[in-house]
């Protein structure tokens, strides 16, 4: 079924520029999370990265920990736990210890990993992660949620006898939430568990962004192969999204900040093929906007951009926003003021009724006397 009701958070992987001192940095993705808690945000993710530079966040985990103290209800969430890199007992552990210190505001997101970098640097090669990541997820989700001991031995891990002390903080357990990049592995392990999911709607630079009604179908297909359900409110999908108050002030704003993350980190850094075919690099921001891989532009242009993204994939529940330093941080902090007050409105109906109280007295002015000056 199409939700009616679009969710909004924001997903810190995090991608910032180098040069900004790293202590000061994770300060200000703190207050991110603080800010996002004052406008409503239902969620903020935190990722885990080793290397690369621009990715200084090596446990998400510590971050979540710390924006508990600081929040009082938005959501916090693990974007994601890179699987493949830790044993599944001590994810679990650490995942249910954190839903009791959020008081059940907690998501455990998992993921197979990325980085070549982050997995050469602990003796991991790239071919092995997708296999790893399901063995791991199939061991966490069973002691997350599960109640029988769990024994499982694979070429990496041995599980004897294994079962947590802590149950999750509420009845229902602990949502976990698996992520997908453009393949359909991690859709169809969803499916097989069925727990969420959470879809990057941002490729690379110069890359069409994935298919993800086929993504979701994964998903379907792999939950009633296995007897599960999923379910499109527990589905996430990331973009970029900068509102501003017009889209040649929005394009003003992140213009070059856009340019530095796709030919600085991608092209330069990353070693990565960026250019988009026929299009000058000058240009390069508006071909991602017409492509649908980043939403940059006034309130209008972005709540089009959100429904024709619904529309395009068949719903779903939150609009994650792939948080990005391409303006400035007073910009920034006022593009999500933006997006919370003006554009989320179009989607979860929280103004809904006053413009329905305006409809009703325009239908029915007849009914009162109108007083002459």
Do not use: C
């Amino acid at each position: 079924m199409y939700p009616e009701h679009l969710e909004f958070g924001a997903f810190l992987s995090p991608m910032h520029p180098m040069g900004e001192d790293p202590t000061l940095q994770f300060e200000r993705d703190l207050e991110l999370a603080e800010h996002l808690d004052r406008l409503g945000y239902k969620e903020f993710w935190v990722g885990e990265h080793h290397s690369m530079g621009w990715n200084t966040i090596g446990s998400p985990e510590l971050i979540v920990a710390a924006a508990a103290s600081r929040t009082s209800r938005i959501t916090l969430a693990t974007g994601v736990t890179t699987l493949p890199y830790h044993h599944p007992f001590m994810v679990a552990s650490r995942a249910v210890h954190l839903d009791h210190l959020t008081r059940g505001r907690f998501v455990l997101g998992v993921g197979a990993g990325g980085i070549p970098t982050d997995a050469r640097m602990i003796g991991r090669e790239m071919s092995e992660l997708r296999g790893a990541f399901g063995e791991a997820l199939e061991a966490v989700v069973e002691l997350v949620n599960g109640e029988a001991r769990v024994t499982k031995k694979t070429s990496w891990f041995t599980l004897q006898d294994a079962k947590l002390q802590l149950s999750p903080y509420r009845p229902e357990g602990l949502e976990i939430a698996a992520a997908s990049v453009a393949s359909g592995n991690s859709m169809r392990l969803a499916g097989r568990h069925g727990i969420s999911t959470v879809s990057f709607g941002a490729p690379r630079p110069g890359h069409p962004r994935p298919d993800m009604h086929t993504q979701w179908a994964y998903a379907e297909e792999s939950a009633a192969e296995h007897g599960k359900t999923v379910d499109r409110k527990n589905w996430r999908i990331t973009l970029p999204v900068y509102v501003a108050e017009t889209r040649e002030q929005a394009l003003r704003d992140v213009r070059e900040g856009y340019d530095r993350w796709a030919y600085g980190y991608w092209g330069d850094i990353r070693g990565l093929d960026v250019s988009v075919a026929g299009v000058d690099r000058a240009q390069a921001l508006e071909a991602a906007i017409e492509a649908g891989s980043v939403l940059v532009g006034s309130v209008d242009d972005v709540v089009g951009g959100i429904q024709r993204l619904r529309e395009e994939v068949g719903g779903f529940g939150t609009l994650l926003v792939y948080a990005q330093d391409w303006a400035d941080w007073e910009k920034t902090k006022r593009s999500y003021d933006l997006l919370a007050r003006y554009v989320a409105p179009h989607f979860n109906g929280s103004t809904k009724r006053l413009y329905e109280a305006v409809d009703w007295y325009r239908g029915n002015r007849d009914l009162f006397p109108q007083l002459i000056p």
